[in-house]
């Protein structure tokens, strides 16, 4: 079992930047390929980031490439999303999840544990 919580959400203005991070404890964090996902109101759950267990490997959607960073620090059992230039369509609820993959990809049928999701709003 891992235990996930996300954290750093908020309110900032368009253009602006937020760090979010997903803290997990239970089993090895190490063992466990790591993705972001967000939520918007009144639509369906996507993917946004994903990394592999040792961090060497990352993956982005189309919509925040270049804008964001997916990292992890495996000593701390924590995943990052940085994410600069924000716009207000990335006004979501964004959630971590692990999989029990090397290299995770969109499909969240992959994940096997999820947070419970940390607010971010975008003002423009």
């Known amino acids: 079992q891992v235990q996930l919580v996300e954290s750093g959400g908020g309110l900032v203005q368009a253009g602006g930047s937020l760090r979010l991070s997903c803290a997990a404890s239970?089993?090895?964090?190490?063992?466990?390929?790591m993705g972001w996902f967000r939520q918007a109101p009144g639509k369906e759950r996507e993917f946004v980031a994903g990394?592999?267990?040792?961090?060497?490997?990352?993956t982005y959607a189309d919509s925040v490439k270049g804008r964001c960073t997916i990292s992890r620090d495996n000593a701390k059992n924590t995943v990052y999303l940085q994410m600069n230039s924000l716009k207000p369509e990335d006004t979501a609820v964004y959630y971590c999840?692990?999989?029990?993959?090397?290299?995770?990809?969109?499909?969240?049928?992959?994940?096997?544990?999820w947070g419970q999701g940390t607010q971010v709003t975008v003002s423009s």
């Open positions: 999840a692990a999989a029990v993959t090397t290299f995770p990809t969109a499909n969240q049928g992959e994940y096997d544990y």
């Open positions: 990394i592999s267990r040792s961090g060497g490997w990352k």
């Open positions: 239970g089993r090895t964090f190490s063992a466990y390929g």
